[in-house]
């Protein structure tokens, strides 16, 4: 079946600095999504990505739709300490609807 | 706008008990889907459901696990005979009907079901 790779696994950042993590698949997708999931809690939307290319905003968030299909990466800005959590992408092939998920980046923010 | 709802929370079996996790999808969503998730682990996809209908079930074990999303009432995920392999947390989520952006999902808080 289709997988995601995940990178980093966990970063330990200093508030206020920028984060990069991604994501890269061996097969095409057709939606790229970014969640953030705490503790105990289901994961939230933060960005959905739906073409090629595609570069897409959401406050200090930023994500891209690699132009292969085959990559997404989120960049989180001046961190602040509610980003502690663990961000996921998934992936669509758009007729399957069921997304794809990636193993997680544990994002920790020291004061 | 009350967002995904799932219940129980929390729900404890002994091995060989029964199951039973229900989600109800956004208003307007009619598209349901059922994930796992392992202790730090992504979630994987189990099945994917409308309305009286099992769309896709490609994720879900063969034995002892079901699904239902009845024409009225919420979603249940059913568990028979649980082992303790089957302890995680189960999400549900759901979509808006067809379009571009019904890949767009939006999660419950999910069940974390432990069996002793």
């Known amino acids: 079946g289709q997988q995601l790779n995940q990178s980093p696994q966990s970063m330990f950042i200093q508030e206020g600095e920028d984060v990069s993590m991604n994501c890269t698949s061996s097969?095409?997708?057709?939606?790229w999504l970014w969640y953030k999931q705490d503790p105990g809690e289901g994961p939230v939307l933060l960005i959905a990505?739906?073409?090629?290319?595609e570069l897409t905003s959401n406050g200090r968030l930023t994500a891209q739709f690699g132009i292969t299909r085959k990559d997404s990466f989120l960049n989180i800005s001046a961190s602040i300490p509610s980003d502690v959590g663990i961000y996921f992408c998934?992936?669509?092939?758009?007729?399957?609807?069921?997304?794809?998920f990636g193993s997680g980046t544990q994002l920790t923010v020291l004061p | 706008n009350a967002g995904v709802m799932q219940n129980p929370r929390h729900l404890v079996r002994r091995r060989g008990q029964e199951a039973r996790l229900r989600c109800s999808p956004m208003?307007?969503?009619?598209?349901v889907y059922w994930y796992r998730q392992l202790p730090e682990e992504g979630l994987k996809f189990m099945v994917y459901?409308?309305?009286?209908?099992?769309?896709?079930e490609s994720g879900m074990p063969k034995e002892r696990f079901s699904a239902e999303f009845p024409k009225e009432g919420p979603s249940i995920l059913r568990i028979q005979q649980v082992v303790r392999g089957d302890s995680a947390a189960y999400f549900c989520?759901?979509?808006?009907?067809?379009?571009?952006?019904?890949?767009?999902?939006?999660f419950g808080p999910g069940t974390r079901l432990t069996v002793l």
């Open positions: 989520a759901s979509s808006p009907p067809g379009g571009g952006h019904g890949d767009e999902q939006f």
């Open positions: 097969s095409i997708f057709n939606t």
């Open positions: 990505l739906y073409k090629a290319g």
């Open positions: 998934a992936g669509s092939s758009g007729s399957a609807r069921q997304l794809t």
């Open positions: 208003k307007g969503h009619s598209h």
């Open positions: 459901l409308q309305k009286e209908n099992i769309i896709d």
